[in-house]
């Protein structure tokens, strides 16, 4: 139970936005969304994380989702998405609310 509880953790830090991260853009749109299954939920309260594609310097790689322990009792994820500027497309990244 103590490394379920740890790995959440460190998945959650890992999804938290960095403030000082460089704000990319990218000349072209990104894919669609993989449709995934992420089958049984493995155990009560844990909230599915979908994927998304991240852009990696030369072309878009899906990253999978994954279940997660939310950070907070009725604490809901917002997913990441690409948001379309003038300039090109940006990664708006996912973060827990509530």
Not at 3 to 22: D, E, I, R, T
Request: charged residues 20%; hydrophobic residues 45%; glycine residues 12%.
């Amino acid at each position: 139970m103590k490394k379920l509880v740890l790995l959440a953790v460190c998945g959650m830090l890992l999804s938290l936005p960095s403030a000082f991260a460089q704000r990319i853009v990218v000349g072209v749109a990104p894919p669609p969304v993989v449709e995934e299954h992420p089958g049984r939920r493995p155990h009560p309260g844990w909230v599915w994380i979908p994927g998304y594609q991240r852009w990696n310097g030369r072309r878009y790689v899906w990253v999978r989702g994954r279940w997660m322990m939310p950070p907070r009792p009725r604490a809901v994820w917002i997913a990441g998405h690409w948001r379309q500027t003038r300039r090109g497309w940006v990664w708006v990244p996912g973060h827990w609310r509530g």
